[in-house]
């Protein structure tokens, strides 16, 4: 099975600030300038399922997960202390 194209990144930068609507991640990646022990949690609207927690090791953080999740009613970014969340989304047509 051919895997669809990515589209975004759709950026999350602050708590509360969702996607709304059904949507296939394809990969999470967490960056930004930190501090040991900053976080940041993405979670599925709906269900809370979830699906990427991030802690910071050091000053400079990038964390993330290549992996297929389906979130029918969006996601919504539930912790950021610092950076940005980049949320990659499959093609509509691959939902």
């Known amino acids: 099975m051919p895997i669809p194209p990515i589209l975004g990144p759709v950026a999350l930068?602050?708590?509360?600030?969702?996607f709304v609507g059904p949507a296939q991640i394809r990969a999470?990646?967490?960056?930004?300038?930190t501090t040991v022990g900053d976080t940041c949690e993405l979670r599925a609207?709906?269900?809370?399922?979830?699906?990427?927690?991030?802690?910071?090791t050091s000053t400079q953080t990038w964390q993330g997960v290549v992996l297929e999740m389906t979130c029918p009613e969006g996601f919504i970014?539930?912790?950021?202390?610092?950076?940005?969340?980049?949320?990659?989304?499959a093609e509509p047509d691959a939902v």
Do not use: C, I, K, M
Not at 28 to 33: I, K, N, Q, T
């Open 45 to 56: 609207r709906g269900d809370n399922r979830l699906l990427f927690p991030g802690r910071a």
């Open 28 to 33: 999470v990646l967490w960056e930004g300038v």
């Open 77 to 89: 970014l539930t912790q950021l202390s610092a950076g940005r969340v980049l949320v990659y989304l």
């Open 13 to 18: 930068t602050a708590v509360g600030q969702a």
